[in-house]
């Protein structure tokens, strides 16, 4: 592995004490004619979360102006 999970664990909550909001990036290969293609199909489809290559793991700073307008689950 070339990160070990410690080291990103620990990046993680450095960006969070920051009061940074940690987003992490990946993706993964799947075959075209697999994924649905109309709303009916695409409403039930569960995204694959398996296999997943790590891109980025990002901290965003959220202005505090901004959070009364932002939903955030």
């Known amino acids: 592995m070339l990160f070990q ?10 960006m969070a ?3 940074l909001r940690c987003v992490a990036i990946a993706f993964r290969t799947f075959e075209a ?3 649905p293609t109309d709303e009916e199909q ?4 569960e995204l694959p979360e ?3 290559i790590l891109l980025a793991i ?7 102006f901004l959070v009364p307008f ?3 689950e």
Request: net charge negative.
């Open 42 to 45: 695409l409403s039930r489809w």
């Open 5 to 14: 999970m410690g080291g990103l664990k620990d990046a993680i909550d450095d």
């Open 70 to 72: 932002c939903h955030f």
């Open 58 to 64: 990002v901290g965003i700073k959220v202005s505090i």
């Open 17 to 19: 004490a920051r009061s």
């Open 50 to 52: 398996d296999d997943l």
């Open 33 to 35: 004619d697999k994924i």
